[in-house]
Protein backbone atom coordinates (compact mmCIF):
# COMPACT_ATOMS: atom_id res chain seq x y z
CA UNK A 1 0.00 0.00 0.00
CA UNK A 2 2.49 2.18 0.74
CA UNK A 3 4.80 1.34 -2.01
CA UNK A 4 1.63 2.37 -4.53
CA UNK A 5 1.27 5.31 -2.25
CA UNK A 6 5.05 6.37 -2.96
CA UNK A 7 4.91 5.47 -7.03
CA UNK A 8 2.28 7.79 -6.98
CA UNK A 9 3.60 10.76 -5.29
CA UNK A 10 7.25 10.10 -6.93
CA UNK A 11 4.77 10.58 -10.35
CA UNK A 12 3.19 13.46 -8.68
CA UNK A 13 6.64 15.27 -8.36
CA UNK A 14 8.31 13.91 -11.70
CA UNK A 15 4.98 15.64 -13.45
CA UNK A 16 6.59 18.74 -11.81
CA UNK A 17 8.80 21.66 -14.42
CA UNK A 18 10.77 22.22 -11.20
CA UNK A 19 13.39 20.89 -9.69
CA UNK A 20 12.92 19.20 -5.70
CA UNK A 21 14.62 17.20 -3.38
CA UNK A 22 13.82 16.63 -0.03
CA UNK A 23 15.91 16.28 2.97
CA UNK A 24 15.01 14.71 6.61
CA UNK A 25 15.78 16.17 9.57
CA UNK A 26 20.03 14.24 9.33
CA UNK A 27 20.07 15.65 5.61
CA UNK A 28 19.62 12.27 3.98
CA UNK A 29 17.88 12.75 0.84
CA UNK A 30 14.11 10.90 0.80
CA UNK A 31 12.71 12.33 -2.40
CA UNK A 32 14.29 13.88 -5.46
CA UNK A 33 12.23 13.87 -9.15
CA UNK A 34 13.86 13.62 -12.73
CA UNK A 35 14.45 16.72 -13.29
CA UNK A 36 15.90 18.26 -10.27
CA UNK A 37 18.56 14.67 -11.55
CA UNK A 38 18.26 15.91 -15.22
CA UNK A 39 19.35 20.00 -14.36
CA UNK A 40 22.04 19.54 -11.53
CA UNK A 41 22.87 15.86 -13.16
CA UNK A 42 23.05 13.98 -10.45
CA UNK A 43 23.25 9.78 -10.85
CA UNK A 44 19.63 8.11 -10.30
CA UNK A 45 19.78 6.50 -7.46
CA UNK A 46 20.47 8.90 -4.67
CA UNK A 47 17.62 8.39 -2.27
CA UNK A 48 18.88 7.62 1.19
CA UNK A 49 22.06 8.87 0.95
CA UNK A 50 23.63 11.92 2.60
CA UNK A 51 22.70 15.35 0.28
CA UNK A 52 26.32 16.36 1.01
CA UNK A 53 27.92 13.49 -0.64
CA UNK A 54 26.31 15.17 -3.94
CA UNK A 55 26.27 18.70 -2.85
CA UNK A 56 29.12 19.61 -0.51
CA UNK A 57 27.87 22.57 1.40
CA UNK A 58 24.20 21.91 0.72
CA UNK A 59 22.04 25.13 1.85
CA UNK A 60 19.49 22.63 3.02
CA UNK A 61 21.44 21.93 6.11
CA UNK A 62 20.97 25.28 6.55
CA UNK A 63 17.28 25.54 6.41
CA UNK A 64 17.22 22.40 9.03
CA UNK A 65 19.31 24.21 11.49
CA UNK A 66 17.24 27.81 11.06
CA UNK A 67 14.07 26.24 10.31
CA UNK A 68 13.32 29.75 8.23
CA UNK A 69 12.17 29.86 4.64
CA UNK A 70 14.44 31.32 1.76
CA UNK A 71 12.49 32.21 -1.24
CA UNK A 72 13.95 33.15 -4.36
CA UNK A 73 17.75 32.86 -4.18
CA UNK A 74 19.86 32.90 -7.58
CA UNK A 75 22.43 30.20 -6.80
CA UNK A 76 25.21 27.63 -8.86
CA UNK A 77 24.82 24.77 -7.57
CA UNK A 78 26.99 22.22 -9.36
CA UNK A 79 27.84 25.19 -11.73
CA UNK A 80 24.21 25.49 -12.78
CA UNK A 81 22.91 28.76 -12.08
CA UNK A 82 19.22 28.09 -10.61
CA UNK A 83 16.28 29.68 -9.00
CA UNK A 84 15.48 28.10 -5.70
CA UNK A 85 13.51 28.13 -2.53
CA UNK A 86 13.96 26.44 -0.11
CA UNK A 87 11.25 25.43 2.99
CA UNK A 88 11.49 23.62 6.02
CA UNK A 89 9.62 20.61 6.83
CA UNK A 90 8.09 21.72 10.26
CA UNK A 91 5.85 19.40 12.33
CA UNK A 92 4.45 20.20 15.67
CA UNK A 93 7.16 22.76 15.84
CA UNK A 94 9.43 20.31 15.16
CA UNK A 95 11.90 20.32 11.98
CA UNK A 96 11.66 17.14 10.17
CA UNK A 97 12.96 18.06 6.99
CA UNK A 98 13.60 20.50 4.28
CA UNK A 99 12.59 20.73 0.44
CA UNK A 100 14.43 22.40 -1.92
CA UNK A 101 12.36 23.43 -5.33
CA UNK A 102 14.26 25.46 -7.93
CA UNK A 103 14.44 26.31 -11.95
CA UNK A 104 17.17 26.57 -14.34
CA UNK A 105 17.90 30.17 -15.50
CA UNK A 106 16.71 30.24 -18.86
CA UNK A 107 18.66 31.56 -21.75
CA UNK A 108 15.85 34.37 -21.90
CA UNK A 109 16.28 35.24 -18.14
CA UNK A 110 20.44 35.36 -17.85
CA UNK A 111 19.86 38.18 -21.34
CA UNK A 112 16.88 39.74 -18.98
CA UNK A 113 19.63 40.03 -16.00
CA UNK A 114 22.27 41.07 -18.30
CA UNK A 115 20.05 43.88 -19.58
CA UNK A 116 18.82 45.01 -16.38
CA UNK A 117 22.55 45.12 -15.29
CA UNK A 118 23.33 47.13 -17.93
CA UNK A 119 20.36 49.51 -17.35
CA UNK A 120 21.75 49.94 -13.85
CA UNK A 121 25.19 50.71 -14.64
CA UNK A 122 24.67 53.14 -17.32
CA UNK A 123 21.47 55.03 -15.46
CA UNK A 124 18.98 53.46 -17.36
CA UNK A 125 16.71 52.40 -14.94
CA UNK A 126 14.06 55.10 -13.42
CA UNK A 127 14.67 54.55 -9.84
CA UNK A 128 12.60 57.59 -8.18
CA UNK A 129 8.48 57.73 -8.04
CA UNK A 130 7.06 60.57 -7.77
CA UNK A 131 5.79 59.86 -4.18
CA UNK A 132 9.10 59.33 -3.08
CA UNK A 133 10.04 63.17 -4.49
CA UNK A 134 10.43 65.25 -0.74
CA UNK A 135 8.18 68.28 -0.23
CA UNK A 136 4.73 69.37 0.86
CA UNK A 137 4.55 72.84 0.59
CA UNK A 138 1.02 73.67 -1.33
CA UNK A 139 3.02 74.77 -4.59
CA UNK A 140 4.90 71.61 -4.82
CA UNK A 141 2.11 69.23 -3.51
CA UNK A 142 0.44 70.76 -6.86
CA UNK A 143 3.19 70.16 -9.49
CA UNK A 144 3.15 66.47 -7.81
CA UNK A 145 -0.27 66.28 -8.60
CA UNK A 146 -0.13 68.00 -12.09
CA UNK A 147 3.04 65.72 -13.27
CA UNK A 148 1.07 62.80 -11.99
CA UNK A 149 -2.16 64.27 -14.42
CA UNK A 150 1.03 64.23 -16.99
CA UNK A 151 2.04 60.95 -16.75
CA UNK A 152 -1.59 59.16 -17.78
CA UNK A 153 -1.21 61.01 -21.22
CA UNK A 154 1.63 59.77 -23.87
CA UNK A 155 2.57 63.48 -24.61
CA UNK A 156 5.80 65.77 -24.68
CA UNK A 157 6.72 67.04 -20.85
CA UNK A 158 9.04 70.39 -21.22
CA UNK A 159 10.41 70.37 -17.40
CA UNK A 160 11.61 73.99 -16.30
CA UNK A 161 13.58 75.24 -13.07
CA UNK A 162 16.77 76.46 -12.29
CA UNK A 163 19.93 73.74 -11.89
CA UNK A 164 19.30 71.37 -8.47
CA UNK A 165 15.54 71.62 -8.73
CA UNK A 166 14.90 67.72 -9.30
CA UNK A 167 13.39 67.68 -12.55
CA UNK A 168 15.68 64.99 -13.53
CA UNK A 169 13.40 63.35 -10.68
CA UNK A 170 9.88 64.20 -11.96
CA UNK A 171 11.12 62.97 -15.31
CA UNK A 172 11.67 59.26 -13.40
CA UNK A 173 8.42 60.15 -11.89
CA UNK A 174 6.59 60.62 -14.60
CA UNK A 175 7.89 57.34 -16.53
CA UNK A 176 6.93 55.03 -13.45
CA UNK A 177 4.01 56.00 -12.91
CA UNK A 178 2.82 56.01 -16.53
CA UNK A 179 2.00 53.26 -18.78
CA UNK A 180 5.18 52.72 -20.14
CA UNK A 181 6.64 51.61 -16.55
CA UNK A 182 7.57 48.27 -17.92
CA UNK A 183 9.86 49.93 -20.62
CA UNK A 184 13.12 51.45 -20.72
CA UNK A 185 13.81 54.82 -19.23
CA UNK A 186 16.97 56.52 -21.20
CA UNK A 187 18.70 59.73 -19.80
CA UNK A 188 20.60 61.67 -21.88
CA UNK A 189 22.41 65.00 -21.07
CA UNK A 190 22.49 66.80 -23.75
CA UNK A 191 25.35 69.42 -22.51
CA UNK A 192 27.92 66.61 -21.82
CA UNK A 193 28.63 65.32 -25.13
CA UNK A 194 29.74 67.36 -28.29
CA UNK A 195 27.70 67.87 -31.44
CA UNK A 196 29.04 64.83 -33.10
CA UNK A 197 28.74 62.26 -30.03
CA UNK A 198 25.23 63.77 -29.17
CA UNK A 199 24.11 62.40 -32.95
CA UNK A 200 25.74 59.43 -33.01
CA UNK A 201 24.52 58.63 -28.99
CA UNK A 202 20.88 59.44 -30.05
CA UNK A 203 20.39 57.97 -33.30
CA UNK A 204 23.19 55.36 -33.58
CA UNK A 205 25.37 54.57 -36.34
CA UNK A 206 25.85 51.55 -38.97
CA UNK A 207 28.95 49.50 -39.66
CA UNK A 208 31.94 52.02 -41.01
CA UNK A 209 29.68 55.06 -40.66
CA UNK A 210 32.86 57.13 -39.55
CA UNK A 211 36.24 56.50 -38.80
CA UNK A 212 36.73 55.09 -35.49
CA UNK A 213 32.80 54.01 -35.62
CA UNK A 214 32.41 50.54 -33.87
CA UNK A 215 32.22 47.37 -36.13
CA UNK A 216 28.73 45.91 -36.31
CA UNK A 217 27.24 49.85 -35.72
CA UNK A 218 25.59 50.60 -32.36
CA UNK A 219 21.83 51.12 -31.65
CA UNK A 220 21.17 54.86 -30.96
CA UNK A 221 19.67 55.83 -27.37
CA UNK A 222 16.31 56.30 -29.39
CA UNK A 223 16.58 52.77 -30.61
CA UNK A 224 17.24 51.51 -27.24
CA UNK A 225 14.15 53.38 -25.54
CA UNK A 226 12.23 52.00 -27.89
CA UNK A 227 8.59 51.34 -25.75
CA UNK A 228 9.71 53.25 -22.89
CA UNK A 229 10.72 57.04 -22.14
CA UNK A 230 13.89 58.93 -23.59
CA UNK A 231 14.63 62.05 -20.91
CA UNK A 232 16.57 65.04 -23.08
CA UNK A 233 17.98 66.96 -20.12
CA UNK A 234 20.16 70.42 -20.85
CA UNK A 235 17.96 70.31 -24.22
CA UNK A 236 18.60 74.32 -24.69
CA UNK A 237 22.06 73.34 -24.99
CA UNK A 238 21.65 70.77 -28.17
CA UNK A 239 22.86 72.27 -31.27
CA UNK A 240 20.87 73.31 -34.48
CA UNK A 241 21.74 70.23 -36.36
CA UNK A 242 20.92 67.96 -34.12
CA UNK A 243 17.89 69.49 -32.93
CA UNK A 244 17.04 69.19 -36.79
CA UNK A 245 17.65 65.70 -36.81
CA UNK A 246 15.61 65.74 -33.49
CA UNK A 247 12.59 67.28 -34.99
CA UNK A 248 12.42 64.74 -37.61
CA UNK A 249 12.27 61.74 -35.34
CA UNK A 250 9.39 63.59 -33.16
CA UNK A 251 7.28 64.13 -36.12
CA UNK A 252 8.11 61.05 -37.99
CA UNK A 253 8.82 58.56 -35.27
CA UNK A 254 11.50 56.84 -36.90
CA UNK A 255 15.38 56.78 -36.28
CA UNK A 256 17.66 56.24 -39.03
CA UNK A 257 21.22 55.25 -38.17
CA UNK A 258 24.32 57.40 -39.27
CA UNK A 259 25.73 55.99 -42.44
CA UNK A 260 22.65 53.94 -42.77
CA UNK A 261 19.56 53.45 -44.81
CA UNK A 262 17.66 51.28 -42.96
CA UNK A 263 15.08 52.81 -41.27
CA UNK A 264 13.79 51.87 -37.42
CA UNK A 265 10.57 52.83 -36.20
CA UNK A 266 10.42 54.00 -32.81
CA UNK A 267 7.92 54.62 -30.08
CA UNK A 268 9.15 56.60 -27.19
CA UNK A 269 7.98 58.93 -24.87
CA UNK A 270 9.75 62.48 -24.88
CA UNK A 271 10.36 63.98 -21.44
CA UNK A 272 12.75 67.29 -21.68
CA UNK A 273 13.97 69.31 -19.42
CA UNK A 274 15.93 72.97 -19.39
CA UNK A 275 17.30 75.82 -17.20
CA UNK A 276 17.88 77.87 -19.84
CA UNK A 277 15.23 80.15 -21.09
CA UNK A 278 14.02 78.62 -24.53
CA UNK A 279 11.98 81.94 -26.13
CA UNK A 280 15.52 83.92 -25.40
CA UNK A 281 17.12 81.21 -27.39
CA UNK A 282 14.59 81.23 -29.89
CA UNK A 283 15.34 85.00 -30.05
CA UNK A 284 18.80 84.29 -29.97
CA UNK A 285 18.25 81.68 -33.38
CA UNK A 286 19.71 79.16 -31.00
CA UNK A 287 16.82 77.23 -31.05
CA UNK A 288 13.86 76.10 -33.01
CA UNK A 289 10.68 77.43 -33.01
CA UNK A 290 9.21 74.24 -34.57
CA UNK A 291 10.97 72.34 -32.05
CA UNK A 292 9.86 74.27 -28.90
CA UNK A 293 6.22 73.78 -29.65
CA UNK A 294 6.38 70.01 -30.65
CA UNK A 295 8.19 69.17 -27.39
CA UNK A 296 6.49 72.19 -25.18
CA UNK A 297 2.84 70.33 -25.05
CA UNK A 298 2.67 70.36 -21.64
CA UNK A 299 5.23 72.24 -19.00
CA UNK A 300 5.79 71.54 -15.51
CA UNK A 301 7.79 74.10 -14.06
CA UNK A 302 9.85 73.53 -10.52
CA UNK A 303 10.44 76.69 -8.75
CA UNK A 304 13.45 76.90 -6.69
CA UNK A 305 13.62 75.92 -3.47
CA UNK A 306 14.04 79.34 -2.05
CA UNK A 307 10.28 80.00 -3.66
CA UNK A 308 9.35 77.15 -1.07
CA UNK A 309 11.66 76.98 2.25
CA UNK A 310 8.48 75.40 3.63
CA UNK A 311 9.89 72.12 1.96
CA UNK A 312 13.07 72.36 3.61
CA UNK A 313 12.24 69.38 6.65
CA UNK A 314 10.76 66.90 4.31
CA UNK A 315 13.65 67.50 2.12
CA UNK A 316 16.13 67.63 5.07
CA UNK A 317 14.60 64.01 6.47
CA UNK A 318 14.47 62.55 3.31
CA UNK A 319 17.85 63.02 2.42
CA UNK A 320 18.83 62.09 6.08
CA UNK A 321 16.95 58.48 5.47
CA UNK A 322 19.02 58.11 2.12
CA UNK A 323 22.35 59.11 3.99
CA UNK A 324 21.85 56.82 7.10
CA UNK A 325 20.84 53.76 4.28
CA UNK A 326 24.24 54.55 3.06
CA UNK A 327 25.95 54.91 5.64
CA UNK A 328 24.49 52.55 8.64
CA UNK A 329 24.81 55.78 10.79
CA UNK A 330 21.30 56.34 12.97
CA UNK A 331 20.78 60.14 12.58
CA UNK A 332 17.16 60.68 13.72
CA UNK A 333 17.01 64.24 12.92
CA UNK A 334 17.96 67.94 12.29
CA UNK A 335 17.62 70.69 15.46
CA UNK A 336 14.80 73.12 15.00
CA UNK A 337 18.08 76.14 14.99
CA UNK A 338 18.94 74.65 11.93
CA UNK A 339 16.08 74.70 10.17
CA UNK A 340 15.68 78.08 11.24
CA UNK A 341 19.35 78.83 9.46
CA UNK A 342 18.26 76.32 6.42
CA UNK A 343 14.88 79.11 5.61
CA UNK A 344 16.96 82.48 5.99
CA UNK A 345 19.31 81.22 3.00
CA UNK A 346 18.81 82.06 -1.18
CA UNK A 347 19.87 78.12 -1.83
CA UNK A 348 21.29 79.22 -5.70
CA UNK A 349 22.25 75.66 -5.86
CA UNK A 350 19.08 74.24 -4.93
CA UNK A 351 18.25 71.15 -3.48
CA UNK A 352 21.32 69.65 -4.92
CA UNK A 353 23.15 72.05 -2.78
CA UNK A 354 20.99 71.26 0.28
CA UNK A 355 21.67 67.75 -0.14
CA UNK A 356 25.66 68.63 -0.65
CA UNK A 357 25.30 70.92 2.87
CA UNK A 358 23.63 67.73 4.72
CA UNK A 359 25.87 65.69 3.60
CA UNK A 360 28.84 67.35 5.14
CA UNK A 361 27.05 67.80 8.48
CA UNK A 362 26.50 64.20 8.40
CA UNK A 363 29.52 63.39 8.33
CA UNK A 364 31.32 65.68 10.89
CA UNK A 365 27.93 64.77 13.10
CA UNK A 366 28.72 63.44 16.61
CA UNK A 367 25.26 63.44 17.73
CA UNK A 368 21.71 61.33 16.73
CA UNK A 369 20.45 64.97 15.34
CA UNK A 370 22.55 67.58 13.22
CA UNK A 371 22.79 70.58 15.41
CA UNK A 372 24.34 73.76 14.96
CA UNK A 373 27.71 72.54 15.60
CA UNK A 374 27.91 70.64 12.88
CA UNK A 375 26.92 73.74 10.55
CA UNK A 376 29.59 75.91 11.59
CA UNK A 377 30.82 76.09 7.73
CA UNK A 378 27.66 77.03 6.42
CA UNK A 379 26.71 79.33 8.60
CA UNK A 380 30.05 81.16 7.47
CA UNK A 381 29.18 80.37 4.14
CA UNK A 382 25.55 82.09 4.46
CA UNK A 383 27.02 85.24 6.08
CA UNK A 384 29.53 85.57 3.11
CA UNK A 385 26.91 85.09 0.71
CA UNK A 386 24.17 87.51 2.18
CA UNK A 387 27.17 90.03 2.72
CA UNK A 388 27.93 89.73 -1.08
CA UNK A 389 24.34 89.62 -2.04
CA UNK A 390 23.88 92.90 -0.22
CA UNK A 391 26.88 94.28 -2.19
CA UNK A 392 25.54 93.53 -5.34
CA UNK A 393 22.40 95.22 -4.45
CA UNK A 394 23.91 98.51 -3.48
CA UNK A 395 26.07 98.48 -6.39
CA UNK A 396 23.05 98.20 -8.83
CA UNK A 397 21.36 101.06 -6.65
CA UNK A 398 24.05 102.95 -6.97
CA UNK A 399 24.41 102.36 -11.42
CA UNK A 400 20.68 102.71 -11.87
CA UNK A 401 21.11 105.80 -9.91
CA UNK A 402 23.63 107.22 -11.77
CA UNK A 403 22.00 106.47 -15.04
CA UNK A 404 19.11 108.36 -13.83
CA UNK A 405 20.92 111.56 -13.05
CA UNK A 406 22.90 111.03 -16.46
CA UNK A 407 19.42 110.60 -18.62
CA UNK A 408 17.87 113.88 -16.66
CA UNK A 409 20.61 116.05 -17.19
CA UNK A 410 20.84 114.85 -20.51
CA UNK A 411 16.86 115.80 -21.17
CA UNK A 412 17.41 119.35 -19.20
CA UNK A 413 20.84 119.60 -21.44
CA UNK A 414 23.23 120.08 -18.31
CA UNK A 415 20.95 122.56 -16.48
CA UNK A 416 21.68 121.54 -12.92
CA UNK A 417 19.07 122.89 -11.26
CA UNK A 418 15.86 122.16 -13.27
CA UNK A 419 17.24 118.51 -12.79
CA UNK A 420 17.91 118.82 -9.22
CA UNK A 421 14.35 120.06 -9.11
CA UNK A 422 13.41 117.11 -11.60
CA UNK A 423 15.18 114.64 -9.25
CA UNK A 424 13.71 116.00 -5.87
CA UNK A 425 17.14 116.44 -4.36
CA UNK A 426 19.00 119.73 -3.51
CA UNK A 427 21.64 120.89 -5.44
CA UNK A 428 24.71 120.22 -3.55
CA UNK A 429 23.17 116.90 -2.90
CA UNK A 430 23.46 116.54 -6.62
CA UNK A 431 26.71 117.85 -6.95
CA UNK A 432 27.82 115.15 -4.27
CA UNK A 433 26.57 112.65 -6.43
CA UNK A 434 28.11 113.70 -9.57
CA UNK A 435 31.61 114.43 -7.84
CA UNK A 436 31.27 110.63 -6.76
CA UNK A 437 31.36 109.84 -10.41
N1 LIG B 1 12.33 66.88 -3.93
C1 LIG B 1 13.48 66.22 -3.79
N2 LIG B 1 13.56 65.23 -2.88
C2 LIG B 1 14.72 64.57 -2.70
N3 LIG B 1 15.86 64.82 -3.38
C3 LIG B 1 15.82 65.78 -4.31
C4 LIG B 1 14.63 66.53 -4.57
N4 LIG B 1 14.88 67.41 -5.54
C5 LIG B 1 16.16 67.25 -5.89
N5 LIG B 1 16.74 66.27 -5.15
C6 LIG B 1 18.15 65.84 -5.24
O1 LIG B 1 18.90 66.95 -5.70
C7 LIG B 1 19.82 66.57 -6.71
C8 LIG B 1 19.52 67.30 -8.00
O2 LIG B 1 18.33 66.81 -8.57
P1 LIG B 1 18.14 66.65 -10.15
O3 LIG B 1 19.37 66.10 -10.79
O4 LIG B 1 16.85 65.95 -10.40
O5 LIG B 1 18.02 68.20 -10.53
P2 LIG B 1 17.93 68.87 -11.97
O6 LIG B 1 16.93 69.95 -11.85
O7 LIG B 1 17.69 67.81 -13.01
O8 LIG B 1 19.39 69.48 -12.09
P3 LIG B 1 20.21 69.89 -13.42
O9 LIG B 1 19.39 70.94 -14.14
O10 LIG B 1 21.49 70.43 -12.87
O11 LIG B 1 20.36 68.64 -14.23
C9 LIG B 1 19.72 65.07 -6.82
O12 LIG B 1 20.70 64.50 -5.99
C10 LIG B 1 18.35 64.76 -6.29
O13 LIG B 1 18.32 63.47 -5.73
Known amino acids: MQSILYTHIQAILDASHDGIIAVDKNANIVLVNKIAIEILGLPDKIVGEKISKYI ?41 GAISTFKEITDIQKIEMRIRKKFLESGLEAKYRLEDIAGDSPVFTEIKELARNFAQTDATVLILGESGTGKELFAQGIHLQSQRVNGPFVAVNCAALPGNLLESELFGYEDGAFTGARKGGKQGLFELAHGGTIFLDEIGEMSLPIQALLLRVLQEKKVRRIGGEKIFPVDVRVLAATNRDLEELIEEKLFRSDLYYRLNVLTLEIPPLRERLTDIPALCTSIIHEFNDKTNKKVTGVDAQIYELFQQYHWPGNVRELRNVIERMFLLAQDKTLGIADAQFFKRKAEATKLRVAMQREKKTVQSEEEMIASVLERVHGNKTEAARLLGIDRTTLWRKLKRK
Do not use: H, Y
Not at 76 to 94: D, F, H, M
Open 56 to 96: PNSDMLRILSTGKREIGDIATVLNQQIIINRLPIIVEGEII
